[in-house]
């Protein structure tokens, strides 16, 4: 079993930003992909990003390409996600998620899952 804790959601104006991160108290074993979901109000949980954990590659959804980056930090077993230049449709609660090998962005496809972190944006 895989535990994911996230921190670093919050209020913030239109234009603003924020860092939420994912902790990964146990050991991240080389072939997992990290990702980040999000779900507002009164629909799907949608792909924001990925990471493979060995080689760092990353994969975003054209929504938010260009404003958001996700990186990990090898040493703190951590997965951030930067988001820049937010709008109030970025408005969703962001979920942390794993799945063992293979880059995806299917959510069903990822098996482990954060408690979700509330991201709200203002106009």
Known sequence: QVQLVESGGGLVQA???LRPSCAVPGRILSTYVMGWFRQAPGKEREFVASIAWSSGTTDYADSVKGRVTISRDNA???????????????????YCAARRLG???????YIYWGQGSQVTVSS
Not at 103 to 109: M, P, Q
Request: no cysteine; glycine share 6%; net charge neutral.
């Open 15 to 17: 234009g603003g930003s």
């Open 76 to 94: 703190k077993n951590t997965v951030i996600l930067q988001m820049n230049s937010l709008k109030p449709e970025d408005t969703a609660v962001y």
């Open 103 to 109: 880059r995806s962005n299917v959510r069903d496809e």
